[in-house]
């Protein structure tokens, strides 16, 4: 495998994570973005963070992303061989719902050290008492996921700062 043109890969859809997330902060939710791909490489859902828009806690950029493509998706719930790329490590629940769709590959932005489960406070999907342990590929594009997330939360520390 080309390692280099592996990470321009992961590159790309995290950057397709990033456009995603873009549309979060006009709801005032967490600019976090997700999307899913069919193992042909074509995208089959999208999605940003909707907990305040949608006034629902499990509306996560993944699990919404996951959520519609498991309904375009032709197996059903099972996106087996299909890879969700995501601007921030995913949280216990979102680790979770990746594990039991049977995602073959994760692939995210900045670590998440108070919440990540997919590495940094927990591995869920690499807890070897699950019957799925998708690969993970972590800290693509780093830099530029966590600018986004500090841009937004001093935004919303400082208004001035818009």
Same mark, same amino acid.
């Given at each position: 495998?080309?390692?280099?043109?592996?990470?321009?890969?992961?590159?790309?859809?995290?950057?397709?994570?990033?456009?995603?997330?873009?549309?979060?902060?006009?709801?005032?939710? $967490?600019?976090?973005?997700? $999307? /899913?791909?069919?193992?042909?490489?074509?995208?089959?859902? @999208?999605?940003?963070?909707?907990?305040?828009?949608?006034?629902?806690?499990?509306?996560?950029? =993944?699990?919404?992303?996951?959520? =519609?493509?498991?309904?375009?998706?032709?197996?059903?719930?099972?996106? =087996?061989? &299909?890879?969700?790329? /995501?601007?921030? @490590?995913? &949280?216990?629940? &979102?680790?979770?719902?990746?594990?039991?769709?049977? /995602?073959?590959?994760?692939?995210?932005?900045?670590?998440?050290?108070?919440?990540?489960? /997919?590495?940094?406070?927990?591995? $869920? $999907?690499?807890?070897?008492?699950?019957?799925?342990?998708? =690969?993970?590929?972590?800290?693509?594009?780093?830099?530029? &996921?966590?600018?986004?997330? @500090?841009?937004?939360?001093?935004?919303?520390?400082?208004?001035?700062?818009?």
């Amino acid at each position: 495998m080309n390692i280099a043109r592996a990470r321009a890969g992961d590159e790309a859809l995290v950057r397709a994570a990033l456009r995603a997330a873009e549309a979060a902060p006009s709801t005032g939710d $967490v600019p976090i973005g997700a $999307v /899913v791909l069919d193992p042909d490489g074509q995208v089959l859902a @999208e999605a940003h963070n909707q907990r305040e828009a949608l006034g629902d806690p499990t509306a996560h950029a =993944e699990v919404l992303a996951l959520r =519609e493509a498991a309904k375009r998706h032709g197996d059903g719930w099972r996106l =087996e061989d &299909c890879t969700l790329a /995501v601007t921030v @490590e995913p &949280c216990t629940m &979102c680790a979770g719902a990746l594990v039991l769709a049977r /995602v073959a590959r994760v692939v995210f932005g900045v670590w998440e050290p108070r919440t990540g489960a /997919v590495g940094s406070l927990w591995d $869920v $999907v690499r807890d070897r008492r699950l019957n799925h342990r998708p =690969e993970v590929v972590g800290g693509v594009l780093a830099d530029e &996921c966590a600018a986004v997330l @500090e841009d937004f939360f001093g935004a919303q520390r400082d208004p001035g700062r818009r």
